[in-house]
């Protein structure tokens, strides 16, 4: 086989496998009822105390009191890494609580917002018929956003500038804004795919972006 040949096959080969990697992963989608079938958890907004390095499967070999079937609930939060299976939710059963409520993957009503930033992954404190509220296990406050014209944005608590509008993210979330429930964590899994990001973003490119050097930091 000439070398001609090997390279056209060679993208054949990337192509056939990329199709079929998109094949499962909306057929993964279409059977759980989501759009969004798994989420890698990226920031420490849902985190809660461990005892050892690596999170929750520390904490239940070390903890007699944790059960292991909780290893892959949201009971003991999300540390960055870990990857959330995801499935469909009917709206009005969404539990709320600030401790026990459900865990749900949510977009932003921000159009331009949503183009710059994944889905949220965060605990519904509170509900009423219409719309839901959440808050990171981890967190003290509801997330806010001043967003600047084309998407660019900064977290806050305060006021933002004459150019920026403020987006409230975690009120007044309403069921088209719903991508569906945490149901199984997978903890750890996401390095896989964490890890290259830092090399090539924190690494080679020296990102600056907050977010993305926090993550990098945890990781390495």
Request: glycine residues 6%.
């Amino acid at each position: 086989m000439n070398e001609e040949k090997k390279n056209v096959y060679g993208v054949l080969f990337i192509l056939v496998a990329f199709m079929l990697a998109v094949s499962i992963y909306q057929t993964i989608g279409i059977t759980l009822g989501t759009e969004t079938p798994f989420v890698t958890v990226v920031s420490p907004s849902m985190e809660h105390e461990h005892t050892g390095r690596f999170g929750r499967i520390s904490t239940i070999f070390e903890e007699e009191e944790h059960s292991f079937p909780s290893l892959f609930s949201t009971d003991l939060g999300l540390n960055i890494g870990d990857v959330v299976l995801v499935t469909g939710a009917d709206f009005e059963k969404i539990e709320a609580g600030r401790e026990d409520g459900d865990v749900i993957v949510f977009e932003s009503k921000d159009e331009e917002l949503n183009k710059r930033m994944p889905p949220m992954i965060h605990r519904v404190i509170s509900r009423n018929e219409t719309s839901l509220e959440t808050m990171g296990d981890a967190n003290d406050d509801q997330v806010r956003y001043c967003v600047s014209p084309g998407g660019a944005h900064r977290m806050t608590q305060d006021t933002c500038t004459e150019n920026e509008r403020l987006v409230k993210i975690e009120q007044d979330i309403r069921e088209e804004q719903l991508k569906g429930r945490a149901a199984i964590v997978l903890p750890n899994l996401g390095y896989t795919k964490l890890v290259p990001m830092c090399v090539v973003f924190d690494v080679v490119l020296d990102s600056q972006d907050e977010d993305i050097r926090y993550m990098c930091d945890y990781i390495f």
